[in-house]
């Protein structure tokens, strides 16, 4: 499970920053790609990539200002161009208003799509839980911007315990059948009448990974709330320190108020995002270290660097 950051940016393009895209890769887990966002030039972007775009199969978007949908309908129709692979329908969650975007873009461009997009348009009404699989589950919850805005929690469900191969193959027991009764949990008696655990040999249950991502926001407790145990909390850093009533006004945050939020949220790791682009290299140092000094573990990310979730 990776992140990889296509926009970093606040607003408006920078020379170094574009605006708002990642991904959360899901390759190895169910062979997807979700994008949260996507900010004019995100398909540019892309190309600097290795990703696929027909693997990108989710798209969550926080809300409807334009440094964060502008890119969609690009990316949505260069995703159609990709005529020797097989093409996959996409599913597209937001605030209200997302698919008249899209539709309306993709009509008065004259764009036509050899896949469908299953909408899933997100209101007041409509929060918590908003997708399950099998493997992940996927939270929503409104934050504090100038417009409805949205934070993502995306949970792993536990992993089952590894069977313990070389430690069955010591003991004797013979490859095959007895393998798979042991894995699925079943106690078997081999021919010399010994009794095998099935417990001794599968190691406990993995706890899933925790990834919150949020849109454009305050300090609130919904974001407290969103990253609650987070293994990743992306937490947009507009502003920096001592910018609290420019960053309130303009419904965003500063550095300080994210580490506050992945401080008392108790989460793992914090990336910020969304960097104005009046802070340049040196401002993003100082900022990354004044952040540290309320949570450690605290990085400002750059487009198209690549974050494992460990």
Not at 114 to 119: G, R
Not at 187 to 200: F, K, M, N, S, W
Not at 267 to 276: A, D, E, G, I, P
Request: one cysteine or more; glycine letters at 8%.
């Amino acid at each position: 499970m990776e992140l990889q950051f296509l926009g970093t940016g606040a607003g408006q393009p920078a020379k170094q920053r574009n605006v708002s895209s990642l991904v959360l890769k899901l390759l190895d887990e169910i062979n997807e790609i979700w994008m949260f966002d996507c900010g004019e030039g995100t398909q540019r972007q892309i190309l600097e990539t290795t990703i696929k775009p027909r693997k990108i199969e989710k798209i969550f978007i926080t809300h409807l200002h334009g440094d964060h949908i502008f890119g969609l309908p690009g990316f949505l129709s260069s995703r159609a161009f990709q005529a020797s692979e097989e093409q996959t329908d996409i599913a597209i969650f937001g605030p209200l208003g997302i698919k008249s975007f899209v539709q309306n873009s993709l009509s008065v461009s004259g764009s036509r799509l050899p896949y469908k997009i299953h909408y899933h348009e997100l209101t007041e009404d409509k929060l918590g839980k908003i997708f399950e699989t099998d493997k992940f589950t996927v939270y929503a919850e409104r934050l504090a911007h100038t417009i409805f805005c949205l934070g993502y929690r995306v949970v792993q469900k536990d992993l089952e315990g590894t069977l313990d191969a070389e430690a069955l193959k010591e003991a004797g027991v013979p490859f095959g059948p007895l393998f798979g009764k042991i894995k699925n949990g079943q106690d078997v008696t081999l021919e010399d009448g010994r009794l095998i655990h099935a417990q001794d040999f599968i190691s406990a249950p993995k706890k899933g990974k925790i990834v919150t991502i949020l849109g454009d926001t305050r300090k609130s407790l919904a974001s407290q709330r969103l990253a609650k145990d987070a293994d990743v909390l992306v937490h947009e850093s507009t502003y920096g320190k001592g910018d609290d009533k420019i960053a309130r006004n303009h419904g965003h945050s500063t550095n300080i108020q994210a580490a506050q939020i992945a401080r008392d949220a108790g989460v793992k790791r914090l990336l910020l995002n969304h960097v104005s682009a009046r802070f340049l290299g040196r401002d993003c140092r100082q900022m990354e270290k004044d952040a540290a000094a309320i949570f450690a573990n605290v990085k400002i990310v750059k487009d198209l660097e690549e974050v494992k979730i460990q």
